[in-house]
Nanobody
Framework: QVQLVESGGGLVQAGGSLRLSCALSGRTFSGHTMAWFRQAPGKEREFVALIRWSGGTSDYAVSLKGRFTISRDMAQNTVYLQMNSLKPEDTAVYYC??????????????????WGQGTQVTVSS
């Protein structure tokens, strides 16, 4: 059974940094696309970043590129999201997601088969 478990969320002041982790288990993730999404209260789930598990190539939401960095540790079966220069508008629940290949619409939450439970990130002003 595939499991994605996020951790690393919390309360941080504006301008600070956090690193989120997503621990993967239950199968071999070779060929998978791993992604981070976020959802603020009253808003739709929003694409943040993705990484191809095997090749390591990545992509970002245009508005977040330069502040957020996605990476993976294949030995630890973990995906990370390093978030710098955080702003109050980054406040959201952050979710890790997985697709067994390369989704046709990689920025769409509906494209992903597996999800973690989410981790809350709160940025105070």
């Amino acid at each position: 059974q595939v499991q994605l478990v996020e951790s690393g969320g919390g309360l941080v002041q504006a301008g600070g940094s956090l690193r989120l982790s997503c621990a993967l288990s239950g199968r071999t993730f070779s060929g998978h696309t791993m992604a981070w999404f976020r959802q603020a209260p009253g808003k739709e789930r929003e694409f943040v970043a993705l990484i191809r598990w095997s090749g390591g190539t990545s992509d970002y939401a245009v508005s977040l590129k330069g502040r957020f960095t996605i990476s993976r540790d294949m030995a630890q079966n973990t995906v990370y999201l390093q978030m710098n220069s955080l702003k109050p508008e980054d406040t959201a629940v952050y979710y890790c997601a997985a697709h067994p290949r390369a989704p046709v619409r990689p920025a769409s939450a509906g494209a992903y088969n597996y999800w973690g439970q989410g981790t809350q990130v709160t940025v105070s002003s």
